[in-house]
């Protein structure tokens, strides 16, 4: 892919800390849920942004389409400060990003009918006259597989995965060009799953679409992505293309991750990691690298100095120490505790 100039979006150092109680503690702390992240986004391009959950992927994917505003940081959509819009300037500008919502139940009025629901965006933006509302949303549900008789229905009345199609339909209504796809699968069954990755992808082909797409399911990133920004602790510890990521990962956290993703096929099979313990509290990160504390392969240099995400031949930047030392086979040998400096501090089975 051809980059964009300029590209259609770009943050730097975005930043967003959130006022709480730190984890076991009566004392107000602040959570730095992203932290310094900067990220572009060339014009047609799927980029899946991954990691645990708390690691900032979902505040992250708001930070970018305003729907949270940052702490701190630069964020630009075709070169215009998105961040200085403010009025009718950012209400016309918010019709080029959408989101699609995790949580299809929870995301639709129960008290709208399909075509009040994937209609409201048409209203808002004043898109077009009233009365060619209900031929436009005939449209849009045709696009997503909907049928026209879905219209005057309401959303109890689907399922899991129709309702989900109804929130892509009022995503696409204000032609966007950019779709923020927020865990979209994850609370459907699997077999639903891989309609709606299907449908996503295909509607990218065809509208030209733009995607970001939160995840933590790899095997699903997989199919969709063509980079993939892997975060950990509200940091974005690897980037790169996907295909590359998938097949060398360069950060011992990306190698874990990917661990735990079944191979399709049997020689291609990792062993699987078992990450050891929860991840840090977020209000009280670990010194130097904050993976540290899990890490297989961690060495005294990593608890006291931070690794700059720098990036390496073939496009990958990881923000580790020792890039591309612990590799699905060193886990295999890690796990016979033969890993030269490594903790070995995670437990293992196979997949
Ligand atoms: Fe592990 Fe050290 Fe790399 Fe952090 S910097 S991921 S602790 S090897």
């Excluded at 403010?86 to 080029?96: I, K, S």
């Excluded at 409201?120 to 009233?130: F, K, M, Q, T, W």
Aim: with cysteine.
């Amino acid at each position: 892919m051809v980059p964009s100039d300029p590209p259609l979006l770009e943050a730097r150092r975005l930043s967003k800390q959130f006022s709480g109680w730190g984890r076991g503690s009566e004392q107000a702390a602040t959570v730095r849920a992203v932290d310094d992240v900067d990220l572009r986004l060339d014009a047609g391009e799927a980029l899946a942004i991954v990691g645990e959950s708390g690691s900032g992927k979902t505040t992250l994917g708001r930070l970018l389409i305003r729907l949270l505003e940052p702490t701190s940081g630069e964020l630009r959509f075709e070169g215009q400060d998105l961040l200085a819009l403010r009025g009718a300037r950012l209400r016309r500008r918010r019709r080029d990003f959408q989101m699609v919502f995790q949580d299809p139940f929870g995301s639709l009025n129960p008290r709208l009918t399909v075509e009040q629901t994937v209609a409201e965006p048409l209203r808002i933006h004043r898109l077009i006259p009233r009365r060619d509302r209900p031929q436009r949303v005939r449209e849009l549900l045709d696009m997503v597989g909907l049928p026209a008789t879905a219209a005057g229905r309401y959303p109890h009345e689907f399922s899991g995965g129709q309702r989900q199609r109804i929130g892509i339909a009022r995503a696409l209504a204000t032609q966007p060009k950019l779709l923020v796809a927020d865990e979209p699968v994850s609370s459907l069954d699997v077999s639903v799953q891989a309609q709606i990755i299907n449908l996503l992808a295909g509607l990218r082909v065809a509208l030209d679409l733009t995607v970001v797409f939160i995840g933590h399911d790899l095997a699903v990133v997989e199919q969709l992505a063509d980079r993939v920004a892997v975060m950990y602790l509200g940091r974005v510890v690897e980037q790169g293309p996907a295909a590359r990521i998938f097949a060398t990962p360069q950060h011992p956290y990306t190698v874990c991750l990917l661990s735990a993703v079944p191979a399709a096929i049997p020689r291609n099979r990792r062993s699987r990691i078992v990450l050891a313990g929860e991840p840090p509290d977020p209000s009280q990160p670990p010194s130097g690298c904050r993976f540290h504390p899990r890490c297989p392969i961690a060495r005294p240099r990593c608890a006291v100095e931070e690794p700059a995400l720098v990036e390496r031949p073939g496009g990958v930047a990881a923000a580790c120490h020792f890039p591309g030392e612990l590799s699905a086979r060193d886990a295999r040998d890690a796990q016979d505790g033969i890993v030269a400096g490594g903790s070995a501090n995670f437990q293992s089975d196979s997949t």
